[in-house]
Nanobody, 116 residues
Framework: QVQLVESGGGLVQPGGSLRLSCAAS????????MRWYRQAPGKERELVAH????????NYADSVKGRFTISRDNAKNTVYLQMNSLRPEDTAVYYC?????????WGQGTQVTVSS
């Protein structure tokens, strides 16, 4: 069955870094666009970063541009989110998503907390 399993979240001080991973299985990973989303308490889920199936095209939310980097390893069926210069407002549950119309899959999320 389809699985997306995020890891790498945790507690970090402002200015610190974390690297999230999302391991995929049960579908042809290299054919899917991969995205990272986040949802903070009391807020709607927002798109953080996007990477095309071949990995050549990336896009970011304005709030994370220059600080976050999305990448993928199609040989390992894994997508990453490198997060640098973290801020308290980055605190959220981070989810990875796989999309290829008409299919969409989601992981269970990993908590990222930025606090001193």
């Amino acid at each position: 069955q389809v699985q997306l399993v995020e890891s790498g979240g945790g507690l970090v001080q402002p200015g610190g870094s974390l690297r999230l991973s999302c391991a995929a299985s049960g579908f042809i990973f290299s054919s899917y666009v991969m995205r990272w989303y986040r949802q903070a308490p009391g807020k709607e889920r927002e798109l953080v970063a996007h990477i095309a199936d071949a990995g050549g095209t990336t896009n970011y939310a304005d709030s994370v541009k220059g600080r976050f980097t999305i990448s993928r390893d199609n040989a390992k069926n894994t997508v990453y989110l490198q997060m640098n210069s973290l801020r308290p407002e980055d605190t959220a549950v981070y989810y990875c998503g796989a999309q290829r119309w008409p299919y969409a899959y989601w992981g269970q999320g990993t908590q990222v907390t930025v606090s001193s």
